[in-house]
């Protein structure tokens, strides 16, 4: 089951992420926690973008949501 949600998710990020390359950055799927909550990390110019946690929640983690709606949250992981 983890597999496939990983699947959905990738495909969910794979969506989004010619945007965030269109605009210098990109995300990478860090990990799946209790099937719940997905850790994800924002790269390149999304990094210091201001509206980034807009694009966190209205972008990312609606997108994440129609591949797989059992997810409650998708959080920013900063380096």
């Known amino acids: 089951m983890i597999d496939e949600l990983r699947v959905n998710i990738e495909k ?4 989004i ?5 269109n605009d210098g950055g990109d995300i990478s799927l860090l990990s799946i926690e209790d099937g719940k ?6 790269e390149g110019a999304c990094v210091d ?11 990312v983690e609606l997108t994440i949501k129609k591949y797989a709606p059992q997810i ?8």
Do not use: W
């Not at 992420?17 to 390359?21: I, M, T």
């Open 17 to 21: 992420r010619p945007f965030l390359q």
């Open 12 to 15: 969910a990020l794979d969506e």
């Open 49 to 59: 973008c201001s509206v980034n946690q807009m694009t966190l929640k209205s972008g």
């Open 72 to 79: 409650e949250e998708v959080i920013n992981v900063v380096a």
């Open 37 to 42: 909550v997905v850790r994800v990390q924002l």
